[in-house]
């Protein structure tokens, strides 16, 4: 069974950093793009980071230049560094990874369950 497994979040003040780890499970393999969403409360989920196999970055404009993304391929893990938060960047963040279950190699799309970041003014 496909996890991913994220922690991180919590409650910053304006300014302040957060770093955000997601792992995915060993039962997933060949992973392609790797991704970071959020969903602040009334609005629709949207793309913050993306990152693909081949090191290709894709940022919301709203956060360039104050978010990174990395990953650690032999970790199966997507990382989040979030510098100088706004308290606009409030809301649940999700990972989500593109690869293939062991159990049946079909290629999919994987979500973690949401980690809350706050951001007091």
């Known amino acids: 069974q496909v996890q991913l497994v994220e922690s991180g979040g919590g409650l910053v003040q304006a300014g302040g950093s957060l770093r955000l780890s997601c792992a995915a499970s060993?039962?997933?393999?060949?992973?392609?793009?790797m991704g970071w969403y959020r969903q602040a409360p009334g609005k629709e989920r949207e793309l913050v980071a993306t990152l693909t196999s081949s090191g290709n970055t894709n940022y919301a404009d709203s956060v360039k230049g104050r978010f990174t993304i990395s990953r650690d391929n032999a970790k199966n893990t997507v990382y989040l560094q979030m510098n100088s938060l706004k308290p606009e960047d409030t809301a649940v963040y999700y990972c989500?990874?593109?690869?293939?279950?062991?159990?049946?190699?079909?290629?999919?799309?994987?979500w973690g369950q949401g980690t809350q970041v706050t951001v007091s003014s």
């Open positions: 060993r039962s997933i393999f060949s992973i392609n793009t």
């Open positions: 989500n990874v593109e690869g293939f279950a062991y159990s049946d190699y079909v290629g999919r799309d994987y």
